[in-house]
């Protein structure tokens, strides 16, 4: 743990005009975050506004697209929330990632690269993290703030069904709910309810997978032209990469996913005998325990053969992970 909690609310009492800052293809626990840190700041009394992130989803973008600041408008603050790392935060931020005055992650690998730091790695999901400064605030969780919460909580723990699910997630859950908020609805849109394009996509992966080393490596690959042909994007592929773990007997799930760019980006999701990112490091990635990450600058068919030749070595106790 670096920094704690009653020092950044501390921090926070005394600033003004905050700008907050998303990562990489934003998911439900950065986008969650960052606007209900910004609703607890604008509750305070103080301007705060989230980034326009151009690389926010349909799925999450209520979460933070009401927030994002008038044109033209400066900040005097900038905080970072679930950024593992500088380069993790979306390039269009620009020159605001160079000057982070704060970080607030629970990433353990995160040495923390803001003038101020708060990161908590044993918690599952950066939401934890935010609902305690709040608290620490001394202010009321109200049902919008609670909305960002519970959906950084739930989509970090795969609807609290992952290995990283603890006590203290499921209390965090259990105050957003206190607030009247409707956990079984927020569930069902983003655990349940498919799009025709998603449908098509896990059809031919379930089709097309391929198994090695005695089913227990199961390897997806979602090409260019399966997501043209299906229209495809970004937000029908949300979470895909948990579906080879699925697949009884399957200790480590690999979804490639080919970009325009001609390189490729590996998702690797493991069962508690493998660590996701001891995989993922070895490919100039990283991650969680379970939940790794890695863009290679190469074709799928390569990086097939690397990601299966970088989990053997992982089997066979070579190499270690590097967590994000």
Not at 140 to 162: H, N, P, Q, W
Not at 212 to 231: H, N, P, Q
């Amino acid at each position: 743990m670096i920094g704690s909690v009653t020092r950044i609310a501390d921090v926070l009492r005394t600033i003004d005009g905050a700008l907050i800052l998303t990562h990489r293809r934003p998911d439900g626990d950065t986008a969650g975050c960052a606007g209900a840190l910004c609703l607890a700041l604008r509750a305070m009394g103080k301007t705060a506004y989230v980034a326009a992130n151009p690389e926010i989803t349909r799925r999450y973008a209520a979460l933070i697209e009401p927030y994002f600041p008038p044109e033209g408008w400066q900040p005097s603050y900038v905080i970072s929330v679930d950024c593992a790392a500088e380069d993790m935060i979306f390039p269009a931020a620009g020159d605001y990632a160079k000057r982070v005055d704060m970080v607030i992650d629970h990433h353990g690998s995160n040495s923390g690269f803001g003038k101020e730091n708060l990161v908590i790695g044993g918690y599952a999901a950066c939401a934890e993290i935010v609902c305690e400064i709040i608290e620490a605030l001394g202010l009321e969780l109200t049902i919008e703030m609670a909305r960002g919460i519970y959906v950084g909580a739930s989509t970090d723990t795969g609807c609290f069904k992952f290995s990283n699910t603890t006590a203290n997630t499921h209390r965090v859950a259990a105050k957003c709910l206190d607030t009247g908020l409707d956990g079984g609805e927020i569930n069902r849109a983003l655990f349940e309810t498919k799009s025709r394009a998603r449908y098509e996509i896990e059809r031919m992966l379930f089709r097309d997978m391929t198994f090695y080393k005695d089913g227990k490596i199961a390897v997806a690959l979602i090409t260019r032209e399966a997501r043209e042909s299906t229209g495809a994007d970004w937000d029908d592929l949300d979470a895909i990469a948990g579906i080879p773990r699925q697949i009884e007997g399957v200790e480590v799930g690999l979804t490639l996913t080919e970009l325009k760019d001609g390189s490729t980006k590996l998702s690797a999701r493991t069962t508690k005998e493998v660590d996701a990112a001891a995989i993922c490091s070895q490919l100039g990635g990283g991650g969680h325990l379970r939940a790794a990450g890695a863009t290679m600058d190469c074709p799928s068919d390569e990086a097939i053969r690397r990601a299966l030749e970088a989990t053997e070595r992982v089997y066979r106790g070579e190499a270690n992970g590097s967590q994000l």
